[in-house]
């Protein structure tokens, strides 16, 4: 089996990856709670959903482009160590990928030595120093090992000894980063940067198939099952689109989802024209919309202007039964693209909302 190394490959691995770090993050900050200082889970959670609003509101043309738009923005975002060496990661990556359109196998093999031996020197680390890196070389090797039997075998077994190597840092003592802090105390611990590492390359692997990407990861689907047990509810934030025109609105809820490269988009409702189809603004619709886009997490409501920004303030006064709406103060499209991405990877209301404001400040020129 083979699959095109294109932009459509990187953009499912982003929002694999962000989905995962989000379904993840309570579980990554508990591994940082234990060796660290609890918050790995809370510093990826912010950098990925607030990476992957930015890249859907400003698509890069190109992979390499892409990769290296996320790192900068987990440079930017992260907050702890493993903001600066999983944005080294990127950004190294993303250089050498260069400008190509479509990666070639053997090019993505190089970008993955260059990103660890990049991560190994900025962070002083090798192999066995219980860090990210027990997760990232191994997963470099084998790559390169399995490339002989295709780029999909190869992904497989990066993901593979990924997950071995993170397992495998139970068991020794931390030598960098915080942890190293703890001495012996350290040992008998995974340590959290191998193990999100571990996820993002598995999401490398699962981008090569979208229907891999549209599975629910694991903890989400457990958290599906026995919904008692969890804090957040398993549903996602839903978008609705108020517009005068109902082309208008019906079209740029089909343009988000499309460019859901998971294939797996949040709800998105449109509300657009009158009942009847004419040009202006119906209470009645924006209600069903938010009905219908509403799974218990939350709705961000866009706008286009005037009598539909008012109709829906209007309604947000008189209350929406029990959910949490909220009106996004964002650009029609780009907002909405920016929300739908980070509402389809899990991101919570205010994650949303938050990529829906950082669409304003995308310059045109
Ligand atoms: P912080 O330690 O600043 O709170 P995080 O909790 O987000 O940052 O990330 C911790 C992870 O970063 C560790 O589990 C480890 O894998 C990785 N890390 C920390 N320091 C280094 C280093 N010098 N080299 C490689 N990885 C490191
Ligand atoms: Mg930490």
Known sequence: MTVPLDLAFFRRFLERATRVIVAESAYLTELDAAIGDADHGANLKRGFTSAAGAVAAEPPATPGALLTAVGVHLTNTVGGASGPLYGTVLRRMGKVLGEEAVVGPEALGRALGAAVASVRRLGDSAPGDKTMVDALQPAAD??????????????????????????AT??????????????????????????????????????????LCAAPPEREAAAAEAPAQTAE????????????????????????????????????????????????????????????????????????????????????????????????DAPFVEGAVAALVTASAGGDLAAVLAAADDARAYRKL
């Open 233 to 328: 509810p398993a549903g996602r934030v839903g978008i609705v689109l108020v517009s005068h025109s109902r082309e208008v609105a019906a079209s740029t809820a089909e343009l988000a989802k499309a460019l859901v490269g998971t294939g797996d988009p949040a709800p998105a409702a449109p509300a657009g024209g009158l009942p009847d189809g004419s040009v202006g603004t119906s209470a009645d619709l924006v209600r069903r919309a938010v009905g219908a886009a509403d799974q218990g997490r939350g709705v961000a409501v866009f706008c286009d202007m005037g009598s539909a920004v008012l109709t829906v303030k209007a309604l947000l006064a008189e209350g929406f039964g029990g959910s949490d709406v909220r009106i996004a």
């Open 170 to 211: 139970i068991p020794l003592q931390a030598r960098r980063g915080r942890a190293s802090y703890l001495g012996e105390r350290s040992i008998g611990h995974q340590d959290p940067g191998a193990t999100s590492s571990a996820m993002l390359v598995t999401a490398l692997y699962e981008a090569t198939d979208p229907e």
């Open 142 to 167: 084998a790559y390169a090992a399995a490339l002989p039997r295709g780029v999909v075998a190869a992904l497989d077994a990066a993901a593979r000894a990924a997950r071995e190597g993170a397992e």
